[in-house]
């Protein structure tokens, strides 16, 4: 059984980014990234 995912709002995840991440907002979701991805973990077909 999988856990649900946890509901972000956007002042926590403020809060917990790191210096090499960003948060990209959508209206759908909220997201944590790496700002810079190393090319041989990209996903294929993404630049």
């Known amino acids: 059984m ?7 709002e956007i002042e926590w995840a403020l809060e917990w980014l790191g210096e090499d991440e960003l948060l990209e907002v959508t209206p759908a979701a909220l997201r944590l990234r790496k700002r810079i991805l190393p090319a041989n973990l990209r996903k294929p077909g993404r630049s």
């Open 2 to 8: 999988l856990t649900p995912p946890r509901a972000i």
